[in-house]
């Protein structure tokens, strides 16, 4: 059973820092391409973060350039995001995605970030 659980969201004051993570179970985690994607109310679901299977290459969006950081784990089969200098407008919900070309995409439930003073 695939199973994608985010975890750290919460309240943060604007400037302020939050680390989110992700376990993976169920399928062969070194293989997949991880990525972060956020939504806000209203708005469509937009990608963070990316990270290739071994770690070595890693994407942003452009409004988190120089702000957030993704990494992984493949021993422990876990996929971060740090995220630092917040703003209000990154108040969405974090969702965590395994992708492997040709296969199904698996998402997690979603972890609420919400910044404001």
């Known amino acids: 059973q695939v199973q994608l659980v985010e975890s750290g969201g919460g309240l943060v004051q604007p400037g302020g820092s939050l680390r989110l993570s992700c376990a993976a179970s169920g399928f062969i985690f070194s293989s997949y391409f991880m990525s972060w994607y956020r939504q806000a109310p209203g708005k469509e679901r937009e990608v963070v973060a990316a990270i290739n299977p071994s770690g070595g290459i890693t994407s942003y969006g452009d409004s988190v350039k120089g702000r957030f950081t993704i990494s992984r784990d493949n021993a422990k089969n876990t996929v971060s995001l740090r995220m630092s200098s917040l703003k209000p407008e990154d108040t969405a919900v974090y969702y965590c995605?395994?992708?492997?070309?040709?296969?199904?995409?698996?998402w997690g439930q979603g972890t609420q970030v919400t910044v404001s003073s």
């Open positions: 995605k395994a992708t492997l070309p040709g296969q199904l995409a698996y």
